[in-house]
């Protein structure tokens, strides 16, 4: 491709960058604001640098709408450090159990690792129609005196999204947000936690976002190791040790495209758009396509689909990626196709999917 | 400063990258590869991303010339999740003690971390003489029954170095050598592990590598988390969830960086250089400036220095930074000043140093 070329790049994560944010960092790659340095030359203990840091949980603050009494940290070791952390602050010792409401990959490695603390249970799950929605679930299914109750607000590998979000009562609420996080408008309020890892729809890989409630970690378990325990983070900002400042700088100017792109109303209107245009060339397909998703469940940021048969599915990949589409093959652990439209993914490439697929129908059923 | 004026960059990590790579990385910024995407925006699990990764343990093991019965790991959470995961792995369960050799705060903090999970001792300390020296230390210090051995290689705040590794017989040695792997050829086969965050000699904050012998992986304790688990790691080649891609693909250019250069001969005979201009401007000063380290434990990485008082001390620092000297504070929390030499801070640097340092001198004596 030529420098001006962008692949149409449907990556299911670390995914598509907004190209204003890459420019930008191209620029400021070897002098950063007049610094004589780039930005991951400077100390992070440099005011110029705290500034970066600062910006970036104001921004995530401001456009998220966080409430006062939640803390915003950067930690390392994406979801999956997550699903030993939580259990190791909040189960262990507790005398309680965990409720995970079950909807694919992510959760059953969270509460697989959650049973290494404690007891966790399934409150609810759409295994056996193979994760294609979110299951029924209201707090009936909870006795009350549950640790919390965990959930993934969106399912990269089977294309379903919580749409709404359920009611715990006094039980903590905590969310697996990686694949949606900052694609939609949400009530944090609702959740004690959130967590994500960044580099789908916020920045690189490497940084992980943890919105906690003041009051969840009043219940920490005491006993847990310094880098494991929230506490240390909280209390340093997020600067207990070295954090990964040019993950956490990428982030803090993709939350200013989002700013620029009207702040999560317009993102998330964007989004709908977006995918819409897929579900409807499935929709309109005859059958040719199918979604795997029930239409009631199905995700804005990931649409999966299949095609008649193996072999066209096979074909189909090819052409896509001779035609220039990136990332359209489904997770290695249930095949078929999957396109991911972050924020960061263009209307256009959107169009262009959806071209390409009826034109691929047309010529082959 | 100006878009080619470069500051004379002396963080203690974050620190200086070499500009050759900054400029490969602004360059690559939209596009890498004719992929169409930056490298950020790469699947991990595409091949174009597995080149890089592979690439830069290929080249970690032929510059450090690392056995083949030695695993490479890139891993995240710095060397402070290190400290906990050397002893949830190695020490729990193993009805032995662990011996560290300290030599600074870094190690302070690692022995904390280790007695959440069993016994730790001090088999030798310099800290009655302020960490000033590298402590005497021989294996007759040893039962020979200990899980393992740790040491930290450099110490960044009290600018001390081993320079002779001690012998520890059967015992497994650990070493934390943050602050200066690569920027001297190492013995590997001395170790049983070492591990290193990247962000002083080898690249951004964000990657940690872990370097570590197949024998001691074997007699790990079997019932840690996931990704607290070495084996979890080794099993995936470090791809069991997403790595930081785009600090390891800095991380590989910098290795090439170091290739270029010479590789490790040449890069310790220029670090050599580099500090002792300036250690040669301490002791030339006729006690105007002190180094606080002993002259046979001084590192070569990290200068730390004294001026006559605190009042001049301030005054040093604000002219300095004024000049456009960088990072010369020392550490919060020992105060004086430092001078960290990484690999990357060109020689042209340090003469600058060493002229400002003989002019304030002349100035102010």
Same mark, same amino acid.
């Given at each position: 491709m030529t420098n001006n070329q962008r692949a149409f790049n449907f990556n299911a994560g670390p995914a598509a960058l907004p190209l204003e944010v890459l420019e930008k960092a191209k620029q400021e790659m070897t002098n950063f604001q007049d610094s004589g340095m780039s930005v991951m030359e400077l100390s992070h203990r440099s005011p110029t640098y705290e500034a970066v840091h600062n910006g970036a949980i104001e921004k995530l603050r401001t456009l998220l709408e966080i409430p006062e009494d939640y803390e915003v940290l950067f930690l390392q070791g994406g979801a999956s450090t997550q699903f030993t952390m939580i259990p190791m602050n909040f189960l262990q010792g507790s005398g309680k159990k965990a409720a995970y409401l079950m909807t694919g990959s992510w959760s059953e490695k969270a509460i697989a690792e959650t049973k290494l603390f404690g007891e966790a249970y399934?409150?609810? &799950?759409?295994k056996s129609s193979q994760y294609r929605s979110i299951p029924d679930f209201s707090s009936? @299914?909870? *006795?009350?005196?549950?640790?919390y109750v965990h959930l993934t607000s969106n399912n990269t590998i089977y294309g379903t999204q919580w749409h709404e979000f359920p009611e715990t009562g006094k039980v903590p609420l905590i969310a697996d947000?990686?694949?949606?996080?900052?694609s939609r408008p949400i009530d944090?309020?609702?959740?004690d936690m959130i967590y994500a890892g960044a580099?789908?729809?916020?920045?690189? &890989?490497?940084v992980t976002i943890v919105i906690i409630k003041k009051d969840l970690l009043?219940?920490? @378990?005491? *006993?847990?190791?310094t880098m494991l325990r929230y506490q240390t983070h909280v209390d340093k900002n997020s600067l207990y040790n070295t954090p990964p400042t040019f993950g956490i700088y990428m982030l803090g100017e993709v939350l200013n495209w989002i700013q620029d792109q009207g702040g999560l109303n317009s993102i998330t209107e964007k989004n709908i758009r977006k995918a819409n245009l897929i579900y409807k060339t499935i929709d309109e397909s005859d059958g040719f396509y199918t979604g795997h998703a029930q239409q009631s469940s199905r995700s804005y940021m990931n649409i999966t689909f299949n095609l008649p048969n193996e072999a066209l599915e096979k074909q189909f990949l090819n052409e896509a990626k001779k035609a220039g589409f990136t990332g359209l093959n489904g997770h290695r652990s249930v095949g078929g196709c999957r396109a991911s439209t972050y924020n960061a993914v263009p209307e256009a490439t959107c169009v262009a999917l959806s071209e390409f697929m009826q034109q691929f129908q047309h010529r082959n059923s």
């Open positions: 399934e409150a609810t &799950s759409s009936n @299914h909870l *006795n009350g005196a549950e640790a947000m990686s694949s949606d996080i900052m944090v309020s609702k959740f580099q789908k729809n916020l920045g690189p &890989s490497g009043k219940q920490a @378990h005491s *006993n847990v190791p």
